[in-house]
């Protein structure tokens, strides 16, 4: 991923938290942001793109939802091998999407790619071979959540692949201590504060509301996936894949 600046957003005092949102401040610092807080980040970014060459068919689409800098479309662009393929990244972010276009275009490719501005419960789907999620159904209101899993199966093709990754809450709550204790040693090792953990924590309470295991299993096995399993899982982040 690009370099970037230093996320300091959070680093100063704040009279009032407001809710984050992925605006050019946030833009400015992401890879940077993304890296220290997401334990495990470029082990599932690696594993979208080794999944992409063995999932990635002939003549379909390939879709990064919620797609941010386009870190999982540029993976997965460097490992398909299918032929006549098309990757599709959404963000309804105007300033993701407008440093993702011209990031993407710094790199060559065969497959090509469109980064799109929208919102991704707003789609019309073609029929796709591999779609992710990676951090992003976290940020859809709770109930609309399954809404837009059903839409994915049904844009799926028979054998395609869903990467979801997502943080997630755990449903015992001496365990969801541990792993939240555990994620905030994490970010103070990778140099955050404790105000801007906690700061930061406030400015997500009411964007970024987090799912129990139990509850995604549930929703992809509702919306019909028949092949789930968790491949990854460090503290209270993990990544899921779900085959049609
Ligand atoms: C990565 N996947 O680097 N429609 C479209 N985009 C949305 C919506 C929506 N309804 N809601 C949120 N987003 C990326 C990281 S970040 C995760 C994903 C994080 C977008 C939002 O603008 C942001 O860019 C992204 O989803 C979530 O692999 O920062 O924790």
Redesign the pocket.
């Known amino acids: 991923m690009q370099s970037s600046d230093k996320d300091i957003i959070f680093s100063k005092p704040q009279s009032q938290v407001k809710d984050f949102c992925?605006d050019a401040q946030v833009v400015e610092v992401?890879p940077d942001?993304?890296s220290r807080?997401?334990p495990g980040y470029s082990t599932i970014?690696d594993t979208i793109g080794r999944l992409s060459q063995q999932y990635v068919t002939d003549n379909s689409h390939v879709y990064?939802?919620?797609?941010?800098?386009g870190?999982?479309t540029l993976a997965m662009r460097k490992s398909i091998s299918a032929e006549n393929c098309q990757i599709i990244g959404?963000?309804?972010?105007a300033a993701?999407v407008e440093r993702c276009q011209r990031h993407i275009q710094a790199f060559r490719g065969k497959t090509p790619v469109e980064i799109i501005q929208?919102?991704?419960?707003e789609q019309t789907y073609s029929p796709a071979s591999m779609m992710?999620l990676?951090?992003?159904l976290q940020?859809?209101e709770p109930e609309k959540r399954t809404e837009l899993l059903a839409q994915i199966y049904n844009a799926l093709l028979p054998g395609g692949l869903l990467v979801l990754s997502e943080k997630i809450t755990a449903d015992d709550q001496t365990c969801n201590q541990v792993i939240t204790d555990l994620h905030h040693d994490f970010k103070r090792a990778n140099g955050y504060s404790e105000l801007e953990i906690a700061q930061k924590r406030t400015a997500l309470e009411n964007v970024?509301r987090t799912d129990t295991l139990a509850t995604q299993l549930d929703r992809l096995q509702k919306v019909g996936f028949k092949h789930i399993t968790p491949w990854f899982q460090c503290f209270n982040f993990m990544s899921l894949i779900a085959i049609k």
């Open positions: 992925f992401f942001m993304i807080s997401v970014i990064d939802l919620g797609c941010s800098l870190a999982a959404i963000d309804n972010s993701m929208g919102d991704i419960l992710v990676n951090f992003t940020f859809l970024m």
